[in-house]
């Protein structure tokens, strides 16, 4: 009994430290397999995101660029990230009046960013820019959120992947293949 109530006791005490583990994303690597990308979750709004090579780190951000879910490809030389975002939360219409094409604001939304070593973001692709008016009846939409990326979140087709050339490819759904270079 005394046993049982000093290990509840523990769990209640201890228990909250212990499960505030760091979380991480699948770390991809690059295309001449010198370098792996990946992103930690170190609490709750805290992330890390990590350059690593075969001894060690080479270079960490404390920034969010992403989430764990997220997909991180590292650059040859290990000094960018390119990082899609299979899933994504829907745009907000402007406000005030409504305009011509605000229809589609729900798509107006960054769907892949570049940052460098640093955590500062490069560039970004946005849903409209990969796919044409007539494409985005092709996007799952969700009440919140979207899904845009064939072979992710049970969408059939093939993954994103990152070419010996160091190109990302990604295919939107129901478009050709796109590539992101860094």
């Known amino acids: 009994m005394r046993l049982t109530a000093a290990l509840a006791l523990m769990l209640c005490c201890v228990a909250p430290s212990a499960l505030a583990e760091e979380r991480g994303s699948r770390a991809r690597v690059s295309a001449n397999g010198l370098y792996s990308v990946r992103m930690v979750d170190t609490g709750v709004g805290t992330c890390r995101l990590e350059m690593l090579r075969e001894n060690g780190p080479l270079w960490a951000a404390n920034v969010c660029v992403g989430t764990v879910d997220d997909l991180y490809f590292a650059s040859n030389d290990g000094e960018k990230v390119w990082v899609l975002y299979p899933l994504v939360e829907k745009g907000k219409p402007p406000a005030g009046k409504k305009k011509r094409g605000s229809g589609l604001s729900w798509a107006r939304v960054m769907v892949a960013a570049e940052f460098d070593r640093t ?16 494409q985005l009846s092709e996007v799952r ?42």
């Open 141 to 182: 939409q969700m009440a919140h959120h979207l899904k845009w990326l064939e072979g992710t979140l049970g969408i059939p087709g093939k993954g994103p992947r990152l070419t010996d050339a160091g190109v990302v490819e990604f295919e939107p759904v129901g478009v050709k293949t796109q590539r992101l270079t860094f």
């Open 119 to 134: 955590g500062q973001k490069l560039q970004e692709r946005r849903l409209t820019e990969l796919m044409t008016t007539r």
